[in-house]
């Protein structure tokens, strides 16, 4: 697979575990700068499926917890228990199994609405997050940006979290970071492993401009198997 974005930081391997493992360790030596450099680590993290095993892995890092601060990069509007919910897989998979004080963990109140919710989240966020967690779907979206749906990207000038209605990838009524508030992070890596990932990442490598090519114009840290790239 041609890759023609240099900022783009593409790490391979082998197996999804291999991309878990990879991305685990170096979010863990990220998150150990950030606290040394700055005290605390601010972290969005992706949803859908591709990082439970990252999750997993997290578990057992060597870090102090106390000095993480836990994000969303998107979430659906489902009740907060729902098994459907983001929060819930990273919770369910990492979070109830670390010593993260409460306080230092910020679902998106995404059972509020998409308009409420995004209003509240923006006010939550901090000016600027330390990474960005990213998936990507087969439609070549990410977080919950979607292709065609490009004027809601940004939202109101300056709003980091948006609403987002009619999302193709059920359930329809999210809450997303904005693209501005995503590119605006101080770094952002991307989690994506499967074939069926080929064709989106051949075209986001290419420069078509898919949400993932718009939120990682900024540059990014790519971690990807080679069933995705193509490189069997
Ligand atoms: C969501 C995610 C979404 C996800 C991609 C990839 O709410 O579904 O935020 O952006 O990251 O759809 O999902 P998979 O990892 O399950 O392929």
């Known amino acids: 697979m041609s890759l023609d974005s240099s ?31 700055r005290g605390l680590f601010r972290i969005a993290l992706a949803g859908g499926s591709t990082p439970r095993v990252t999750y997993g892995l997290l578990v057992e890092a060597d870090t102090d917890w106390s000095k ?8 659906r509007c489902l009740p907060p228990q729902d098994p459907e919910r983001n929060s819930h897989m990273a919770q369910s998979n990492w979070l109830e199994k670390i010593p993260l004080p409460e306080a230092n963990h910020h679902p998106i109140p995404a059972e509020a609405g998409a308009i409420e919710a995004a209003a509240q989240y923006h006010q ?19 977080a919950s940006l979607f292709p065609g749906q490009e004027a809601s990207w940004q939202g109101a000038a300056g709003e980091r979290a948006i609403a987002v209605f009619n999302a193709p990838k059920p359930p329809p009524e999210r809450v997303s970071l904005s693209l501005d508030y995503i590119l605006a992070a101080e770094q952002r890596a991307v989690l994506v492993t499967g074939a069926d990932k080929q064709a989106p990442c051949q ?8 949400p993932i090519q718009q939120a990682t114009a900024s540059a990014a840290v790519v971690f990807a198997d080679r069933a995705a790239m193509n490189d069997q």
Do not use: C
């Open 68 to 75: 993480w601060h836990i994000y969303y990069g998107d979430e």
């Open 7 to 37: 900022h783009l930081n593409l790490r391979i391997s082998d197996t999804p575990t291999g991309v878990a493992r990879q991305a685990a360790d170096w979010i863990v030596q990220q998150a150990n700068t950030a606290i040394d450099e």
């Open 124 to 142: 939550v966020l901090p000016k600027k997050l330390d990474l960005v967690l990213l998936g990507m779907g087969q439609d070549g979206h990410t």
């Open 203 to 210: 075209q986001w490598f290419e420069g078509h401009p898919l």
